[in-house]
């Protein structure tokens, strides 16, 4: 008898010791946000020299400042794929973050263009390129691999100056991409909100260190070096810190939303993204046409919220969500037809009045 007594106690000491184990192994994975800051180029790869400036420095000390401004919160842990003028490969870069299992990776970097007069920060997550300027960007920042031994073997015989090469980049970042843009829309939004800078919005290109990553991931372009003045801005201390505590601004809305899981189950973040927008050109996703006035309630359009309606003649259009971004407005649409709303749509609007989408995006310049 007292074997069996012996042998339940020390059962249940066993059983409350993996389960305390595990409550706290749960509970740290639970609370702690892991963000990998990328520090774009390093050591023998400077990035672009506009106007005699280093990407490399910029960068660096940008992201550092950024991990600084993370780290005065709670649960918040930060890892950078470098600290200091070192070159790391791009693969190894993915791969810092992977094996940190982290919940979100920004690639920090500064632009450059063949006309001087080019300004404004942007934010890119893994796509096709949209646009042949895209594509010299991406190539640009993909240029890199050279630099690395074995690189045809590495990255699959990818070759950063072929179109085609891209189309095997997006397959697997397909998974992340929703909440790479909505990451991306955040800092977007803080770059333009906080410090009035131009807005280049977010955009998709094929970025290979994007590529490899296992979590939501964005590349920032902070502005051009190029531009004399935003080089000059980007170059100061005054202008790195700014540009610094936007885009940690704009990782911790986004660390708050999937705390609150606002990301996956509430319109509200949506609201709070495009809340800063008054320009006379946007977009708003229609849901529904009636007869009757229905009130603008939640509960009324299956738990979707920031709606809206016009009444056309005797017919009420209801409305939700609104934005500036067509990338965001897909998404949004999204969002409304796994709601229920199959036929829902963009709609375009100019001054308050509807316009058509192709009127839109021939007239609205970002």
Same mark, same amino acid.
């Given at each position: 008898?007292?074997?069996?007594?012996?042998?339940?106690?020390?059962?249940?000491? $066993?059983?409350?010791?993996?389960?305390?184990?595990? *409550?706290?192994?749960?509970?740290?994975?639970?609370?702690?946000?892991?963000?990998?800051?990328?520090?774009?180029?390093?050591?023998?790869?400077?990035?672009?020299?506009?106007?005699?400036?280093?990407?490399?420095?910029?960068?660096?000390?940008?992201?550092?400042?950024?991990?600084?401004?993370? &780290?005065?919160?709670?649960?918040?842990?930060?890892?950078? !794929?470098?600290?200091?003028? @070192?070159?790391?490969?791009?693969?190894?870069?993915?791969?810092?973050?992977?094996?940190?299992?982290?919940?979100?990776? #920004?690639?920090?970097?500064?632009?450059?263009?063949?006309?001087?007069?080019?300004?404004?920060?942007? +934010?890119?997550?893994?796509? $096709?390129?949209?646009?042949?300027?895209? *594509?010299?960007?991406?190539?640009?920042?993909?240029?890199? =691999?050279?630099?690395? &031994?074995?690189?045809?073997?590495?990255?699959?015989?990818?070759?950063?100056?072929?179109?085609?090469?891209?189309i095997?980049?997006?397959l697997?970042?397909?998974?992340?991409?929703?909440?790479?843009?909505?990451?991306?829309?955040?800092?977007?939004?803080? *770059?333009?909100?906080? $410090?009035?800078?131009?807005?280049? +919005? @977010?955009?998709?290109?094929?970025? =290979?260190?994007?590529?490899? +990553?296992?979590?939501?991931?964005?590349?920032?372009?902070?502005?051009?070096?190029?531009?004399?003045?935003?080089?000059?801005?980007l170059?100061?201390?005054?202008?790195?810190? &700014?540009?610094?505590?936007?885009?940690?601004?704009?990782?911790l809305?986004?660390?708050?939303?999937?705390?609150?899981?606002?990301? %996956? %189950?509430?319109?509200?973040?949506?609201?709070d993204?495009?809340?800063?927008? !008054?320009?006379?050109?946007?977009?708003? #996703?229609?849901?529904?046409?009636?007869?009757?006035? @229905?009130?603008?309630?939640?509960?009324?359009?299956?738990?979707?919220?920031?709606?809206?309606?016009?009444?056309?003649?005797? !017919?009420?259009?209801?409305?939700?969500?609104? !934005?500036?971004?067509? +990338?965001?407005?897909?998404?949004?649409?999204?969002?409304? @037809?796994?709601?229920?709303?199959?036929?829902?749509?963009?709609?375009?609007f100019?001054?308050?009045?509807? #316009?058509?989408?192709? &009127?839109?995006l021939?007239?609205?310049?970002?």
């Amino acid at each position: 008898m007292k074997n069996l007594i012996k042998l339940v106690v020390n059962l249940t000491v $066993l059983c409350l010791f993996f389960l305390n184990s595990s *409550f706290l192994y749960s509970q740290e994975n639970n609370n702690n946000f892991t963000v990998v800051l990328d520090p774009g180029h390093g050591g023998k790869d400077p990035g672009n020299r506009g106007n005699g400036y280093y990407e490399k420095n910029i960068a660096l000390s940008i992201a550092l400042k950024v991990g600084s401004e993370l &780290e005065k919160q709670s649960n918040i842990k930060v890892i950078y !794929t470098r600290k200091k003028d @070192v070159f790391v490969n791009l693969f190894k870069r993915a791969e810092i973050a992977n094996k940190a299992k982290a919940d979100l990776f #920004i690639s920090i970097h500064c632009d450059a263009f063949e006309k001087s007069n080019a300004y404004g920060a942007g +934010t890119f997550v893994l796509g $096709l390129h949209a646009n042949q300027r895209n *594509f010299e960007i991406a190539k640009k920042e993909n240029s890199v =691999i050279f630099k690395e &031994e074995d690189y045809e073997q590495k990255y699959d015989g990818f070759d950063p100056n072929s179109p085609e090469s891209v189309i095997s980049l997006v397959l697997m970042q397909e998974d992340y991409l929703d909440q790479s843009i909505v990451i991306a829309d955040l800092i977007q939004k803080a *770059f333009v909100s906080d $410090l009035k800078r131009k807005n280049r +919005t @977010v955009k998709q290109a094929g970025f =290979i260190v994007l590529k490899y +990553t296992y979590m939501p991931s964005v590349l920032v372009e902070t502005g051009f070096l190029t531009n004399k003045k935003e080089g000059a801005y980007l170059n100061s201390k005054k202008g790195q810190t &700014e540009m610094s505590k936007s885009i940690a601004k704009g990782i911790l809305r986004y660390r708050n939303s999937i705390n609150s899981d606002l990301v %996956n %189950n509430d319109s509200q973040l949506f609201s709070d993204l495009d809340n800063n927008y !008054t320009d006379k050109y946007f977009l708003k #996703i229609q849901i529904a046409s009636s007869s009757k006035k @229905v009130p603008l309630k939640s509960y009324n359009f299956k738990g979707l919220g920031n709606l809206s309606y016009l009444k056309d003649n005797n !017919t009420y259009r209801y409305y939700f969500e609104r !934005t500036q971004d067509y +990338t965001l407005a897909k998404l949004m649409l999204k969002r409304a @037809v796994k709601s229920g709303y199959k036929d829902a749509l963009i709609v375009a609007f100019k001054n308050g009045k509807s #316009i058509t989408i192709e &009127e839109y995006l021939s007239s609205y310049k970002n």
